[in-house]
């Protein structure tokens, strides 16, 4: 018997050390706040920053910055001053133009001049927009619907584009819908879940993309299951290559926060930035909404 229960236990402290891999780390080095600058160009709206300044892990709440000079000079021209309106938040009157080179200057006293800059880029609108009720069937074997849209390419430049479809459920309600695995060779080759991609590899002057996206939910009735179908828009914004670059490395930043911890190990990505003398992101895009498109329900 006591035999039996000693292999009990080396067979429990077995398992219990085989699940440990290395000690995590609770003690970080010594941080020196940073100034960071948040501030995302819309093609015809008014700019707005946001300043606050980055500490340990630890620090709560997040420090915010309203004495700061914030200024924007568009096309090397026009300068223009934002004010603070609290809470780290700067506003101004200017609005801002498809086409426009912006630079943003931020001064926080006891730092160095913080400055980026970026083009607003042009908007670019679908050429069509198709529904597809069942373009496929999931892992429980109900079937899932799909938008495909196509829109124009530039070969003679690169462009960057998001898509985000925002379907009405209920009333008001409106909610981004979750994209499915890809099959569309462009966005495979991007190597990330997202619907952010490049026409580097691109060769038409006109493309046609398809995205399976999941619905909200379904139901039916004789045994027949499908998928609720809702209005939906969709949003297709032509981003800068800044833009696409913190996109891109923001998901990898979200992966490494909240890892899944049954599979693979846990890493940390940096968020991408193009502040000079400090943090964060200046971004400019444009939007291509369209209008409200109600599927036709393959029901009788």
């Known amino acids: 018997m006591f035999t039996q229960k000693l292999f009990g236990v080396v067979l429990f402290a077995a398992l219990i050390l085989a699940g440990c891999r290395e000690r995590v780390q609770d003690e970080f080095p010594d941080f020196n706040s940073v100034p960071v600058v948040n501030c995302f160009l819309v093609a015809d709206s008014l700019i707005k920053v946001h300043v606050s300044l980055a500490g340990q892990m630890d620090t709560l709440p997040l420090a915010l910055v309203d004495n700061a000079t914030v200024t924007c000079t568009i096309n090397d021209s026009a300068v223009s001053k934002l004010n603070s309106v609290g809470n780290g938040n700067y506003a101004g009157d200017t609005r801002i133009r498809a086409g426009n080179v912006c630079r943003v200057n931020v001064s926080v006293p006891g730092f160095p001049e913080m400055a980026a800059t970026d083009t607003i880029p042009h908007e ?48 008001e309600v409106w909610w981004p819908a979750n994209f499915r695995d890809f099959s569309d060779t462009v966005l495979l080759a991007e190597g990330l879940p997202i619907a952010v991609f490049s026409t580097a590899r691109i060769k038409t002057s006109n493309y046609t993309l398809k995205l399976d996206y999941s619905p909200n939910s379904y139901s039916g009735s004789n045994g027949v299951i499908q998928p609720d179908l809702h209005p939906f828009v ?67």
């Open 124 to 171: 670019v609108q679908l050429t069509s927009i198709r529904h597809i009720n069942e373009a496929g069937v999931n892992e429980e074997g109900y079937p899932f619907p799909a938008i495909v849209i196509s829109f124009p390419v530039d070969p003679g430049r690169i462009q960057y584009f998001q898509v985000i479809l925002n379907v009405n459920s209920y009333k």
């Open 234 to 300: 969709v949003e297709f914004k032509a981003i800068s290559y800044s833009y696409y670059q913190y996109l891109r490395q923001l998901y990898l930043y979200e992966t490494g926060r909240f890892p899944d911890f049954g599979f693979g190990s846990y890493h940390t990505y940096p968020l991408y930035s193009n502040i000079t003398n400090g943090m964060g992101i200046v971004a400019g895009y444009s939007t291509f909404r369209s209008e409200t498109i109600t599927p036709q329900s393959n029901r009788p």
